[in-house]
């Protein structure tokens, strides 16, 4: 299996790809599982990041590391392929933990915004009646 990691994605050039796929696909995972451990309010879980009063949603830590994992490779030195690959790991992680809350965030003139209960969309029938 060794042998075929480094044949077919390694010296491909495609590590990087392979590490922001591995990524994706494990912050997904981790962040439904954590939105539904909060939600169900289970103790040993750590819960939300809240300084203070201030709630920290987790669409900022993904919008975070998707910034730092776009910037690293262009200051990276040399342009090395564990600094890509470890960049777009990071990378990888924050389109999940910011997709996730696109209902949470909208701004469209049906939303009743997170005060009244989150987001209430309006469905539109054709031909209109």
């Known amino acids: 299996m060794s042998s075929w990691f480094s044949t077919n994605i390694v010296q ?12 994706f696909v494990a912050g997904f995972g981790f962040i439904r599982l954590s939105v539904r451990l909060i ?4 103790r040993w879980w750590p819960g939300n990041v809240t300084p203070g009063s201030l709630h920290v949603h987790h669409m900022v ?8 994992g776009g910037v690293t490779p262009m200051v990276a030195p040399g342009g090395s392929l564990n600094w890509r690959s470890g960049a777009a790991a990071l990378f990888g992680l924050g389109p999940p933990w910011s997709s996730t809350s696109s209902r949470s965030s909208c701004t469209c003139a049906t939303c009743t915004g997170p005060a009244t209960g989150g987001c209430r969309w309006t469905r539109y029938s054709w ?3």
């Open 12 to 23: 491909t050039g495609r590590l990087p790809l392979f590490c922001f796929f591995c990524a």
């Open 39 to 42: 939600r169900a309010q289970v």
């Open 61 to 68: 830590f993904g919008v975070v590391f998707m910034l730092i």
């Open 127 to 129: 031909p209109p009646e």
